[in-house]
């Protein structure tokens, strides 16, 4: 696995995670989803990432998109 694909991988489990929570626990933890979907939206116009800083120290190789 790429590194594009572990940050997709990790957002979409995030949102998951959210939805879920906000479900049966509270529905502050769609502050989580807005948060993910802001980060990405940002990191596509940037190309700053901090998750995809931590996965690439964690050893995953570099995709296209992440350099």
């Known amino acids: 696995m790429n590194l594009d694909r572990a940050i997709f991988a990790f957002a979409g489990v995030l949102i998951l995670l959210s939805v879920a929570l906000s479900h049966y626990v509270s529905p502050w933890w769609l502050l989580l989803t807005l ?3 802001a980060n990405l ?5 940037t190309g700053f990432c901090p998750a995809a800083m ?6 995953v190789k570099s995709g296209c998109a992440f350099k």
């Open 35 to 37: 948060f993910v979907g």
């Open 41 to 45: 939206l940002q990191a596509s116009f």
């Open 54 to 59: 931590v996965f690439s120290k964690l050893g």
